[in-house]
């Protein structure tokens, strides 16, 4: 049979050209640009890892700012919490020296009124007595026909209302 006797000579020049084929495509792909790929990734992996590294110091950076900034932020905050401690303290002592000033008005104020107030309860009293004592002798004078002493009536009214 002729096709078998031709299948060594078929597949070997076949299998010959599938080897210069696979040796040349080694040879471009695997010489030539494999390397080229091999050292763009090299050169990722590095820029990467720079990358990486300097964005951990500016996460440092940034750590260490935001901690100073926290600390001049508490100190602020004690600073402004004293002053409105400062503040409220003026604020009553000034409070307190103005209800004093309005105590001691409304003390002499008082004092003036009781004053006041007691001399017009002696005029009344005395006016009160001056009156019984001329309505008593008017009283005394129109029902017995008695003509008393001034004195004597004053001190008799006097004695009855201290009394009672």
Excluded: C
């Excluded at 602020?76 to 001691?104: F, P």
């Excluded at 001399?119 to 003509?147: K, P, W, Y």
């Amino acid at each position: 049979m002729p096709q078998i006797a031709q299948l060594g000579e078929y597949y070997a020049s076949q299998i010959f050209w599938m080897l210069i084929f696979f040796a040349i495509t080694f040879v471009v792909v695997g010489r030539g640009m494999v390397p080229k790929v091999m050292d763009t990734v090299a050169s990722r992996d590095k820029q990467i890892a720079e990358d990486l590294a300097t964005a951990e110091k500016l996460r440092e950076s940034a750590d260490a700012e935001e901690e100073a900034w926290r600390t001049r932020e508490n100190a602020n905050r004690a600073e402004a919490q004293g002053l409105i401690a400062s503040a409220r303290a003026k604020a009553g002592a000034a409070t307190a020296e103005r209800l004093n000033a309005a105590q001691v008005g409304i003390d002499a104020d008082l004092a003036a009124a009781e004053k006041r107030i007691d001399e017009a309860r002696r005029s009344a009293a005395a006016e009160i007595e001056s009156v019984a004592a001329d309505a008593t002798r008017d009283i005394v004078s129109r029902v017995a026909g008695l003509s008393l002493d001034e004195t004597a009536v004053r001190s008799a009214v006097k004695e009855s209302l201290a009394h009672g």
